[in-house]
Structure formats: structure tokens, C-alpha cells
């Protein structure tokens, strides 16, 4: 069991949010599971777990040295994690490939389109 009950990120274009993580969470099995109260969108496989938000505090902005990283099933889910993010409006942050933080390690890293920096890993040997 993970620590976290839930991640949020702010957009200030849901819609284009919208566009971009359900294509980019798809290799990874998270899906859209629709509104999350009148506020954004839930993600997640059963439960909303990444929820995307427009601020109460008004413009959404990145966070300066956050990252939020996705367990990604295998390295082929990375790959096409990085790719999916391109393809919808993202910037690569990392191409996918090989990581030294610890064995096995296989991640690749996008800013979604409202510069919110994520990333999937797997930990499978090749």
C-alpha cells in the first residue's frame, strides 16, 4: 500500500487538461473516472487517486522542483507514457530510458501543457 491518499496538479485549462492525461495515463491502465466535484477531473483505476484542478486560490501555477512520477507496468508503458505526451501537448523532460536512482530502474519524464513536471518508472529487469 502506497502512502499517499491522493495528487492533485493545477491546470488553468481543463479541457486541455483533460486532452493531455487521458492520453498520457492510458498506457499506464489510469483512466478518466469523469468530474470531480465541480472543481476538475478525477484519475485513477477505481478511485480517483490524481485529481486535476482549477484553484480556489485563483491562477494555477508549477511547482519549482516537484515531480510526480506514475508506476508505469512495464518499459513499453514508458515509452508510449513519453510518446502519448508529446503527441498531446507536452514537452519532453527527460527522454525515456535507463535511470541510476536504483536497480532496474526505467523512466522518462514530460511537463504536461500546463508545466507541471511528471514522470512514469517502471522497475522490471529488461
Not at 3 to 24: M, Q, W
Not at 96 to 112: K, T
Request: charged content about 15%.
Amino acid at each position: 500500500m502506497g502512502i499517499f491518499t491522493h495528487a492533485c496538479l493545477g491546470s488553468n485549462d481543463l479541457a486541455r487538461a483533460r486532452r493531455f492525461y487521458d492520453e498520457v495515463l492510458a498506457p499506464l491502465g489510469i483512466v478518466n473516472l469523469g468530474p470531480f466535484l465541480n472543481q476538475g477531473i478525477g484519475y485513477g483505476r477505481h478511485v480517483p487517486e490524481l485529481l486535476i484542478l482549477r484553484p480556489f486560490e485563483g491562477e494555477a501555477t508549477p511547482s519549482n522542483g516537484a515531480t510526480l512520477s506514475f508506476q508505469a507496468p512495464d518499459r513499453d508503458a514508458v515509452d508510449c507514457f513519453h510518446a502519448a505526451g508529446l503527441a498531446a501537448g507536452g514537452r519532453d523532460a527527460g527522454l525515456p530510458g535507463p535511470r541510476a536512482a536504483v536497480s532496474h530502474a526505467y523512466g522518462a519524464y514530460l511537463f504536461d501543457p500546463d508545466g507541471n513536471k511528471i514522470c512514469a518508472y517502471c522497475f522490471s529487469p529488461p
